[in-house]
């Protein structure tokens, strides 16, 4: 089910993927106008650098835009001690808060960014400014972005930590309550311009293009004013005899990309998700189903720019564009012995977000032509402090598993288990996997809340497709299954293991059969979707009383041509 289209925006997008092996190349020798204010201890010192003095871009064409993908290979650099954020929300009713994380050996101390400054979780907003010139030296554009510290980041060093313990990319998920930004001392991240859902309209053609930091962030950061100048060639993109197109720079190719999504942007679409190869971020990427595609958070730019974002539907071989990864393993055998539950152990918390990315859609992708359905994004989320492990094992000609829950210690020995359920193979296109029960179902209640007008799937392949909070205590910012290769198993599997990691969460879009609600025939007015997690609490976990939420939506139009509204949940407009 790719299309042309969606080809050409994989592609365009592997560009930006070679930013990272460049800076780490060249770096040492990058220019960087300006003298470095004296170095406080504790404090990072920024600075803004390029990869490479020249960048070629290709111009590509699809459903009637046309232009590129505005990577022009720039970074900040870190050095003195790492940059970090807390960026959390007490509630949706609250604005975002980011504080400064500064550390000095064992000392912390805290710096709250100016209110207003942080808009939301996907980086800090008008970071960069970027005029571009022609040849013949006319301004022909002007640009801002946003910047995301987990952004591609490379070392620039090699006596820089080997690793980043940062997540990956910035969440895009409109209901995330907490994260976490940084960049690793020595490291630098990519700082990207532009709207990679639009492209960025340049001719063919000779520019000069200069890259700088808003003088309100060189303010606060103590930045040098260092603007870098790339000089840029935009070329017509080469067919790649699919309809594709071929993309290529003067920059090494790497295999991480840039900006928020784990996440990630992403979900099951079916599933899509988000994450990278040692962390997931926050939004989602959904196959083209042209207009019954539901809307959705854009892809984080750490999964765009591996150049394998051509998620469609969930099954066997198709991932989050993160990476392929081996299976997360069962245990070797089911669990023996008396099942228990110890009182004084941690345990998971699963928790709903409320619904969002509503879409009419009028019977595509398995469902009855002709019909009206429903169709949204749905996450069920862990605030820990465990994870949720479970592991399906099969009887020899068996269609389900029998599925057990365990149980660890501080240590990570394991001291219980319980069983919980089943897990059945699902062999309908787009799926094609091991769906555990009983994890969530979605319901349409009536206007008053008391009448359940319709009822969605409660079985589900679970993967950390979404870093909703990673302020939680124990969240992992690097969980293992970010994509389904890692998690759903194959027709054949004698044994499945999912896991929902500490702070993340497992986002669904209902758009497939079965899971949109058919709204065929109900009169138009004020309904909600309930999203209820553990519906037969059979899972264990500290706290069953926050496993539902209720999102309000009103339906409208004619048979063939209905309409939803969706109002503001608080303070998050996502409709």
């Not at 803004?48 to 960048?55: G, M, N, T």
């Not at 993908?69 to 975002?96: C, H, I, M, W």
């Not at 090699?158 to 960049?183: I, R």
């Not at 989320?381 to 068996?398: E, I, T």
Request: neutral net charge; contains cysteine.
């Amino acid at each position: 089910m790719t299309s042309q289209k969606h080809r050409r925006e994989l592609q365009r997008t592997a560009f930006a993927a070679g930013a990272v092996l460049a800076v780490v190349a060249v770096a040492g020798a990058a220019p960087g106008a300006g003298a470095a204010p004296k170095a406080t201890p504790g404090t990072p010192q920024l600075k803004l650098i390029a990869a490479s003095k020249s960048v070629t871009l290709e111009r590509w064409e699809w459903d009637g835009q046309a232009g590129v993908n505005l990577d022009l290979g720039t970074y900040v650099s870190v050095d003195n001690a790492p940059l970090e954020f807390k960026v959390t929300r007490k509630s949706y009713k609250d604005p975002v808060v980011a504080q400064q994380i500064l550390r000095d050996g064992t000392k912390v101390k805290t710096k709250t960014l100016p209110a207003g400054l942080v808009r939301d979780f996907q980086g800090l907003p008008g970071f960069l400014e970027v005029s571009i010139k022609n040849a013949a030296g006319a301004q022909v554009l002007t640009a801002k972005g946003d910047f995301c510290p987990n952004n591609a980041s490379g070392r620039i060093r090699p006596d820089a930590p080997a690793t980043s313990h940062y997540p990956q990319s910035c969440p895009a998920n409109p209901f995330t309550l907490g994260s976490v930004w940084g960049v690793e001392k020595g490291w630098a991240a990519n700082t990207s311009a532009g709207d990679r859902d639009k492209p960025t309209d340049l001719a063919v053609g000779e520019y000069t293009a200069k890259v700088s930091v808003a003088k309100k962030y060189r303010d606060y950061f103590g930045m040098a004013d260092a603007p870098q100048t790339v000089k840029l060639t935009v070329r017509e993109s080469p067919d790649d005899g699919e309809g594709g197109v071929g993309l290529r720079s003067n920059l090494a190719h790497g295999s991480h990309g840039a900006k928020a999504a784990h996440g990630a942007h992403g979900a099951h679409a079916g599933h899509g998700a988000q994450g990278a190869e040692e962390a997931p971020g926050g939004g989602h990427h959904y196959g083209s189903r042209g207009a019954d595609e539901p809307t959705a958070p854009a892809l984080p730019h750490a999964l765009e720019a591996r150049g394998l974002a051509h998620h469609l539907g969930d099954g066997r071989g198709h991932t989050d564009g993160s990476r392929i990864a081996p299976a997360l393993r069962a245990n070797a055998q089911r669990p023996t012995g008396r099942a228990t539950v110890p009182a004084n152990v941690p345990k998971p918390d699963l928790r709903s977000l409320p619904a969002w990315g509503f879409q009419i859609t009028d019977g595509e992708d398995g469902d009855v032509p002709g019909k009206d359905y429903l169709a949204f994004s749905a996450n069920v989320w862990n605030a820990g402090p465990a994870p949720l492990v479970v592991d399906g094992f099969r009887s020899p000609g068996k269609d389900l598993m029998d599925a057990y829950q365990y149980f660890y210690d501080a240590s990570g020995k394991q001291v219980g288990y319980t069983p919980t359920g089943t897990m059945e193979w699902d062999p309908r296109v787009g799926h094609e996997h091991w769906h555990f029960t009983d994890f969530a179902s979605y319901r349409l209640l009536s206007a008053d809340k008391t009448k359940q007008v319709r009822s969605g799937k409660e079985a589900f392949c679970l993967a950390n497709t979404d870093a909703v909070d990673y302020t939680v205590k124990n969240a992992n910012w690097h969980p293992y299954n970010t994509d389904l290769s890692t998690a759903c198993g194959e027709q054949n599997s004698i044994s499945v293991r999912e896991v929902l990691d500490v702070g993340s969460g497992d986002t669904y879009t209902q758009y497939r059969p079965g899971q949109s609600f058919d709204i065929t025939g109900l009169p138009n007015g004020t309904y909600y979707v309930e999203v209820l997690a553990n519906p037969a609490k059979r899972l264990k976990e500290t706290d069953l009383s926050n496993n539902t939420s209720l999102r309000k939506v009103v339906l409208g139009g004619k048979p063939g041509a209905r309409t939803v509204s969706v109002p503001p949940y608080d303070l998050v407009n996502a409709p």
